[in-house]
């Protein structure tokens, strides 16, 4: 049963230096065509299922006229809604208070703000066009309309210090706002970054910034990897409980039933009503990798019940989850197995553990 | 075929002097292989031999040849260049009347062709001085020509200029072979003599010889015996390569061909031993056979510890071709199960490493090389070591000895002082310095071979600019003041990495290995200390720093496939790892006390 979707715009009116997501330089004579094509697609895919999370993300859905933002919310209306997490992405550049009317006239009722850091100086290495007063300002405008925001902050950018880090955190938290994600800096192939040879920080400075961030934010849960909340977030718990979910537009990325699934990159192709560029059948010993890759990302892990009630496996048979436990890297206990949080920060050298494993051998 | 029409010879070379350009073109010229046959150099069977440039295992090729109104037959039986094979080349040379000793026209003599050029003499052949690559640019026919009068006492006229390449003084060089190499002596009559110089495997008929009949003659269904092992066999195929096989009924006195006997076990086929018949043996084998002593050992161990069986088996299947390849299971706490590996030397060894990685698709860890040492035990006994983990306890030792070599240097003179310092580094006594002309000279140290299976060849190559050649023999064993230092890893004996060092130099060789094992060694998810100790004193240490990496990247929406390939390639990582004890230790790490910079 599908309750989620997650529709990409990829547009925008400044490219980041790291961004490696699916975008587009924002083109007036691009975003009615895409915004047709996108009807084309949800009408033809969607069938009508309740939704309990709708997540609209880019590129930067806010760089739409106040206009295009009101088609496409229209064209989202389709969605079947009841108690929804309704969420939007916004630059803190091109939001304006008539689009944040619009939205919150529309439904949506979660924006997630690409703040990424306050320090000017980071904010045009990363080529970002806001301030830190703009910051504010926009804030301050938002929370009339909205009590449930997010905010994107990156660390580990080059140079940066932890000095810089803690000025940040403190900026955000005077801001006082629920919901924090925070991402380490990667320099990915094919972004601006990337093509200068660009060299990330070092791994012990990587480090304290974790430490710091995790200090910093003791009033707030940390319930996943990256992220903090006084409230979570339901549309990120759909990816990481491996729940099924729609992906519309341009690059996005679905699950539906065994078939994991991205759409093309490719503007022309999209506009011809060619979505998928790759399509998986998954085996059920992959779909229950995926469950822990993901599910072990949270911070409270994996339900014992859950997993026996999805793949008929009692967790603790697994072989290999009780090798870790031995070495003291995971943790069971009566509801949950999760990582132990000192080694949290090398979590991908353990969930490299649960790759090419033949869990259904352990099918009771 | 009349014994007096045939001729039997080799071809000794320096590697690159075109030993198998030239054997290639003798065999267009006689008209053994047609223009579509021909690759480059024929006679390198093993796509590892074409790779490298080297002949590993000989060849033996029938060539038949029209001069003066006589049919002739000429024999060229190849050899292996490298030092590694010194007896496989003898037992070859042994198999002939008469050598090409070929000399790059650029390069002139180097140590490698003086050696078998020694070797050849000791065998009685009859040498044919061949300046080679006279189409070179830089070919210096009159200094070549020089250092051999003046070095090897050739007259100036038997000397042939040859280019290989361009296929220029190629029938002279085959008319000098007919005139000048004696036919071969042996009598058909007498009882059956021959010389096994070469086996190889078939999986169809077994073991094949290669063999040069001295005097008699062996026909099929003969019953045959091996003088050294006694083994007897009923010979079921003759014939001989040209290069393609061809069947004959018997081979007589003279001629060189091959021998299939159903033959299975490679033990009891030994290159060097004389084959006769079983009812009517000869009085005494031929001369000059010796078992082969492989001179350096090291352990090999499969990554994935479930492929033991598969290694064991890539190991027998080498062997059947490969006598002088030994090994016996050995245990390692750190590796698990593997195998002690003895080797002819250091290229030997690289080969089979190279050879079970490629054609058994084997990952394999590698420990560092080590040589035989004699340890004299205090109640006087003597016992052999060829492993540090087999050396007793010190309170029971009296003495270690370790085997020395003699080098033979050829380097220009300018080099004289760097080679000396090298060898001084390398614990050698200096014996005595020969001019082979006015810029080059040969430079005698006796070392010991631990100290060439180190890292001497690297470093000879960065004195010298690549400019020396380097060849030994060994002198024998003598006394050195040696102990066996053990690496620690987060404080536990690695077995693996141990090794026996001189205790001069004992202090940098354990920090640069502790050095550079932190640099091999990847992060782990704690702090490991490595350690270099000696019995209980630790003499050098370093840390490698707890694992900070991670990825927290944003998982975009929900794309798990990204996630995945950043996991599987980790994955991949990982399996060119060894669990020792709770650390992940890369391939490369077992190798690096070879590998390093000592200050």
Known sequence: MITAAYIHIPFCEDICTYCDFCKYYYNKKFILPYLEALDKEIKKRYHEEVLKSIYVGGGTPSSLSLDELRILLKILSIFKINDTEYTFECNIENITEEKVKLLKEYGVNRLSIGVQTFNEKFLSYLNRKHTKDLVYNKIAMIKKYFDNINIDLIYAIPNETLEDLKEDLDNFLKLDIDHISTYSLIIEEHTILGNKKTMPVDEELDYQMYQLIINKLKDYEHYELSNFGKKRSRHNLVYWNNEEYYGFGLGASGYEGNTRYTNTRSLTEYLNGHYRIYEEQLYLNTTIENYFILGLRKIKGINKRDFKKRYNIDIDKIDIINNLIKQDKLKLDNDNLYINPKYLYVSNDILVEFMGVDYERYIC | MKQQNIRNFSII???????????????????????????????????????????????????????????????????????????????????????????????????????????????????????????????????????????????????????????????????????????????????????????????????????????????????????????????????????????????????????????????????????????????????????????????????????????????????????????????SQALGFGFRCGFLGLLHMEIIEERIEREFNIDLIATSPSVVYEVLLTDKSMILVDSPSKLPDRQRIEEIREPYIKTNIFVPSEYIGPIMELCQNKRGNYISMEYIDASRVNIHYEIPLSEIVYDFFDKLKSYTKGYASFDYELVGYK???????????????????????????????????????????????????????????????ADIKAMRKNVLAKCYGGDVSRKRKLLEKQKEGKKRMKMVGSVEVPQEAFLSVLSMEEE
């Open chain 2, 479 to 541: 006394p050195s003041n040696l102990v066996k230092m053990d690496i620690l890893l987060n404080g536990e004996i690695v077995d693996a990495l141990s090794i026996i060092v001189h205790k001069d130099f004992a202090y940098p060789r354990g920090k640069a290995i502790v050095e550079n094992l932190r640099k091999l060694i990847p992060r782990q998810q704690f702090e490991v200390p490595i350690q270099a100790v000696i019995g209980t004193k630790a003499i050098a240490r």
């Open chain 2, 13 to 331: 070379a320096h590697i690159d002097h075109g030993k198998s350009t030239l054997a290639d073109r003798i065999l267009e010229a006689t008209g053994a292989i047609s223009e579509r046959e021909k690759k480059d150099q024929l006679l390198d069977s093993m796509d590892l031999e074409r790779e490298r440039g080297i002949t590993i295992k000989l060849n033996a090729v029938r060539l038949n040849y029209h001069y003066n109104n006589e049919d002739y037959l000429l024999h060229l039986i190849d050899t292996p260049g490298h030092v590694d094979f010194t007896y496989e080349v003898s037992r070859s040379l042994a198999a002939c009347e008469g050598a090409l000793l070929v000399v790059d026209a650029a390069q002139g003599i180097e140590a490698q062709t003086l050696a078998n050029l020694y070797q050849a003499l000791d065998n009685n052949l009859t040498i044919i001085p061949v300046i080679n690559k006279i189409d070179l640019p830089n070919a210096d026919i009159p200094k070549v020509t020089k250092e051999l009068v003046d070095t090897v006492g050739f007259d100036e006229k038997d000397i042939l200029l040859v280019s290989a390449k361009t296929g220029v003084g190629i029938k002279e060089l085959l008319e000098a072979i007919i005139e000048r190499i004696p036919a071969p002596k042996g009598n058909i009559n007498d009882k059956l003599q021959s010389l096994i110089f070469d086996s190889y495997f078939d999986s169809y008929r077994g073991i094949v010889t290669l063999l040069r009949v001295v005097n008699g003659k062996v026909k099929i269904g003969d019953k045959i015996k091996m003088m050294a092992t006694n083994a007897t066999y009923e010979v079921t195929e003759l014939g001989y390569h040209n290069p393609h096989e061809i069947k004959v009924n018997e081979l007589s006195a003279g001629e060189v061909g091959y021998l299939c006997a159903s033959i299975k076990s490679i033990e009891d086929v030994k290159v060097g031993d004389t084959i006769t018949l079983e009812d009517n043996p000869c009085i005494k084998p031929l001369e000059g056979y010796k078992p082969m002593k492989p001179m350096v050992f090291c352990g090999l161990y499969p990554i994935e510890s479930s492929k033991f069986p598969d290694l064991r088996e890539a190991l027998e299947k080498l062997k059947l071709n490969d006598a002088s390849l030994e090994f016996e299971p050995e245990t």
